[in-house]
């Protein structure tokens, strides 16, 4: 009772997540699922079983600017990755474009949502490429320089499969300066003792690997 108490005394349009919460309980209970039980209980303004959208026109989706923080003198200065935080109406910086696609298709923003495509993928290898890579140059490759990786002879192009957007690391480099980027060399060469390095702009296989940021509905690759 004391639910129904508390719902005649607010307006159920503006609080779809309770609506949701709503139909998910009588769910459970097998009473009824659709929200319009809440008519009985003196709500006046509740969404329709049939919701139609309005103001289509004035909707801006998921726009430029919910993912660029566009700066007063752009286009001198060039946007920043960031997030619009609609619940403070501020720009939030992001450190790299996965974290950006976490925010909504992840835990990252709302820690109780079901998308969770960011999770899964932090997970997986995917998300975890550098070490490895390090390890087999300092195995198999001591002695070549990162030309040597990408163009030599016995050319293995780890950039294009293991991170291929870390050339837009630092404002962008190529995969040969990528490959002196990210793992140590010692005057020039891999050697026995290659590690990883600035980790923290390496992105593994990030999402816009395969989806393209401003064309998510079909599939691409990132040639590096
Ligand atoms: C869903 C988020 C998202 C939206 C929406 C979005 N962008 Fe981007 N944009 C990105 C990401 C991610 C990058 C790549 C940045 C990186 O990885 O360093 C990017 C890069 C860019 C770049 C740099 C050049 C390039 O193409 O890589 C420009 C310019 C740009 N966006 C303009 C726009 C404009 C204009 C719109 C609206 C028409 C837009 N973006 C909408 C996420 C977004
Ligand atoms: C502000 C929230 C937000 C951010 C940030 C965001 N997305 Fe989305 N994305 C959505 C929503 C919402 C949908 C579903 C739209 C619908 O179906 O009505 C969607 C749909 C998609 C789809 C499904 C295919 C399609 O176009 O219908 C893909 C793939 C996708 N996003 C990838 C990305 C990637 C990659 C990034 C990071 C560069 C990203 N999104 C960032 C909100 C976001
Ligand atoms: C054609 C794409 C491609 C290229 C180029 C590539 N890799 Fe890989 N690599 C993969 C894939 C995919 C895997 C995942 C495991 C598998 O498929 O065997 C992998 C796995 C690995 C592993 C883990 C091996 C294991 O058995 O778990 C190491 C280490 C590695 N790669 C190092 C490198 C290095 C170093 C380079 C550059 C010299 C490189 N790779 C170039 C695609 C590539
Ligand atoms: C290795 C490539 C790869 C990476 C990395 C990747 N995706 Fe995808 N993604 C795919 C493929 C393949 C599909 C399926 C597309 C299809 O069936 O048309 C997909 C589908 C999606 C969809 C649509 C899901 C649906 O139910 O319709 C979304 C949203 C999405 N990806 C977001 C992301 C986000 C966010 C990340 C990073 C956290 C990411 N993806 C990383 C390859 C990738």
Known sequence: MAFQTDFSSKTIGVNPIRCLELRLLFKWLNVDNKCKTFSNFGVESR?????????????PHVSCTACHNAPADHPTTLPSLSLFDSQTARY????????????????????????RIYDSWAASKHADTQTSVATELSQSRVGETPDDLIHGSDAENCIACHSPTAVLAAGGMTEVQAMSHFFVTANGVFATNTLSTNMFEWQGIACTACHDPHDTANLSYFNS
């Open 92 to 115: 939030v910086h992001m450190d790299s474009a996965s974290q950006l696609c976490g925010q909504c298709h992840g835990t990252l923003h709302f820690a109780n949502t079901d998308h």
């Open 47 to 59: 969404f329709p079983n049939e919701e139609v959208a309005l103001n289509t026109n004035a909707w």
